[in-house]
């Protein structure tokens, strides 16, 4: 079993991260974008260690021409070390929730990337997805077209396969939108503490590669959305997409500066957030390795929750 605690890195205040995305910022608006170290490397651990990856990682603050006339701000966390730079990736597509910044979710950006994913997290108007819900699409086919030109930053970063895309809240529902909308571009999806669109029910009984693995993740202290209302919204999916409840958890102990207002709508936690953090980490993993090829998968860990990480229990 593996078991998942939260890392020095993984407790740091969130301030870190902000300062060096803001750093990101300023770089950007004064020439050509260049990464901003976020992460060390950890030659020490393999690429499924239960703490974390071992590659360092890179911010990236890129303005992805999607249409002649629009570009959509994205961050770009890419893997760095061990010949990161010379290597082709698997993309990851990360929604933030609504009313919720990408840069509230770089700990979950940076976890990614440290086991070789090159995220990319798009804006959205007003920070709300649901406006816009082609952008990561356009995002993803911005960043390939990027990663084909020569001399770009991105030349020769992703690989061809399929990635995996992961929403929070209202962005895992806008995430399962264009992961059911292009499926040669990502064939793993992560809801964490959310649902599919109800709109998108009868698409969704449309037969799908059972490779294509769906894991939804709910808070047991969830004040917004409920597990069972989850649980029952994964009945849309034609194949069957297993539910893991985080024990403690509640709903915006997912969001780095949660505001008055949110925090007064939620839930008590039970847990530390580092310690909620550290287990949805985990759970994430269990989809990461699948789609990876590090996990067995007949029958796969996600289908068995005796082999789920400690503090992660079935409805």
């Known amino acids: 079993m593996l078991r998942h605690s939260p890392t020095p890195r993984q407790t740091r205040p969130a301030r870190i991260l902000a300062l060096a995305l803001m750093l990101a910022a300023l770089l950007s608006s004064c020439g050509p974008a260049e990464p901003v170290d976020l992460l060390a490397t950890a030659p020490e651990l393999a690429l499924d260690a239960p703490e974390r990856g071992p590659y360092g990682v890179a911010l990236l603050e890129r303005e992805l021409r999607v249409r002649v006339d629009q570009h959509v701000r994205t961050l770009v966390y890419l893997p760095t070390g061990l010949n990161a730079e010379e290597e082709a990736h698997p993309l990851a597509l990360l929604i933030q929730g609504g009313a919720v910044s990408p840069e509230q979710y770089g700990w979950l950006a940076m976890h990614l990337a440290s086991r070789g994913y090159v995220v990319l997290s798009p804006d959205h108007p007003l920070d709300f997805a649901i406006f816009a819900t082609g952008n990561g699409a ?59 669109d109800p709109g998108d029910a009868e698409l969704l009984q449309n037969p799908r590669d059972p490779a294509d693995r769906v894991f939804a993740v709910a808070g047991a202290r969830d004040g917004r959305i409920s597990f069972t209302e989850i649980d029952e919204s994964l009945a849309d999916f034609s194949n069957p997409v297993p539910l893991a409840i985080v024990e403690g958890a509640n709903h915006f102990q997912m969001i780095d500066s949660p505001t008055a207002s949110q925090l007064e709508s939620d839930l008590a936690a039970t847990i530390p957030t580092p310690q909620a953090r550290a287990r949805v980490l985990a759970a994430l993993d269990l ?22 990480p400690e503090g992660l229990i079935a409805p």
Do not use: C, N, Y
Request: net charge negative; aromatic share 4%; no cysteine.
């Open 287 to 308: 989809l990461v390795f699948d789609h990876l090829g590090l996990a067995p998968r007949d029958p796969s860990p996600l289908d068995d929750p005796e082999r789920w």
């Open 138 to 196: 356009d995002v993803i086919a911005a960043a390939r077209d990027a990663a084909a030109r020569e001399g770009d930053v991105l030349e020769g970063r992703l690989a061809p396969e399929p990635g995996l895309a992961l929403g929070h809240s209202l962005g895992g529902v806008v995430a399962s939108k264009v992961w059911l909308r292009r499926p040669d571009d990502l064939s793993h999806l992560f809801l964490l503490q959310s649902t599919p």
